[in-house]
């Protein structure tokens, strides 16, 4: 799966890299906050950054988990609207943080750049939309089986016991995923063990059988870039 900074040229790269200001920022620092009003978008360089809403009745609901050469922030840094979740790092991370004027400035004089964020802010959206309609429409279970086929889009490596999810998650993480209860998780877990559809180890899931688990929702043929966390 291509990430928005490799789909830059070597030589713009560069070019998007002297415009913004690399910072070390470490585990458990907001860099915004859901009613906020955007002031710049981050590169991340290393470390992992964990986007949330919080719900009506004031419970922490988990969107997103951006890693390495994804862009952290919203479309409304460029039309006055207020940002939607909250961004905390969760793993000591190396960003680069580039403020709206350098941007738009960019955007002006170079239309790959301009062309790779719209690209970006479109995807993300529509990444969005989706893990939103899994929850509405394919209920707990369905959501729970989305969240695991987008954690092996994500971060999946492929061993020979099928697909390692190459982060470690706790059955708060995944509830917090999908809006349920930790209890919920670890029945829906405890089932797909015993059918030998995931294993899991020190916190490690691997995806054993995940056409299973892509023949429940009955998945499509949508852009691997649109099924992620």
């Given at each position: 799966?291509?990430?928005?900074?490799?789909?830059?040229?070597?030589?713009n790269q560069e070019l998007l890299l002297s415009i913004g200001l690399e910072i070390n920022v470490p585990s458990g620092t907001f860099l915004f906050y859901e009613g906020d009003f955007p002031e710049s978008v981050y590169l991340i360089r290393s470390g992992k950054v964990r986007l949330s809403k919080m719900t009506a009745d004031g419970k922490e609901f988990s969107v997103h988990l951006k890693q390495t050469d994804e862009?952290?922030?919203?479309?409304?840094?460029?039309?006055?609207?207020?940002?939607?979740?909250?961004?905390?790092?969760?793993?000591?991370?190396?960003?680069?943080?580039?403020?709206?004027?350098?941007?738009?400035?960019?955007?002006?004089r170079n239309g790959e750049i301009a062309v790779a964020f719209m690209k970006w802010f479109a995807r993300h959206t529509q990444s969005t939309q989706a893990k939103f309609r899994d929850l509405i429409l394919c209920g707990k279970t369905g959501a729970f089986y989305s969240t695991l086929i987008r954690f092996s889009n994500s971060y999946g490596v492929k061993s020979d016991d099928g697909i390692l999810i190459n982060v470690q998650l706790t059955n708060q993480d995944i509830a917090n995923y999908i809006g349920t209860t930790r209890e919920s998780v670890n029945r829906m877990l405890n089932d797909l063990k015993k059918d030998k559809i995931i294993s899991v180890d020190k916190g490690f899931i691997t995806v054993r059988d995940i056409q299973f688990l892509k023949d429940y929702l009955h998945c499509g043929d949508c852009p691997v870039e649109i099924c992620t966390i």
């Amino acid at each position: 799966m291509k990430r928005f900074f490799n789909e830059l040229s070597k030589e713009n790269q560069e070019l998007l890299l002297s415009i913004g200001l690399e910072i070390n920022v470490p585990s458990g620092t907001f860099l915004f906050y859901e009613g906020d009003f955007p002031e710049s978008v981050y590169l991340i360089r290393s470390g992992k950054v964990r986007l949330s809403k919080m719900t009506a009745d004031g419970k922490e609901f988990s969107v997103h988990l951006k890693q390495t050469d994804e862009l952290v922030g919203e479309v409304g840094l460029f039309n006055d609207m207020s940002i939607s979740v909250t961004a905390e790092v969760i793993e000591d991370a190396v960003l680069v943080k580039f403020e709206r004027v350098a941007l738009e400035e960019i955007f002006r004089r170079n239309g790959e750049i301009a062309v790779a964020f719209m690209k970006w802010f479109a995807r993300h959206t529509q990444s969005t939309q989706a893990k939103f309609r899994d929850l509405i429409l394919c209920g707990k279970t369905g959501a729970f089986y989305s969240t695991l086929i987008r954690f092996s889009n994500s971060y999946g490596v492929k061993s020979d016991d099928g697909i390692l999810i190459n982060v470690q998650l706790t059955n708060q993480d995944i509830a917090n995923y999908i809006g349920t209860t930790r209890e919920s998780v670890n029945r829906m877990l405890n089932d797909l063990k015993k059918d030998k559809i995931i294993s899991v180890d020190k916190g490690f899931i691997t995806v054993r059988d995940i056409q299973f688990l892509k023949d429940y929702l009955h998945c499509g043929d949508c852009p691997v870039e649109i099924c992620t966390i």
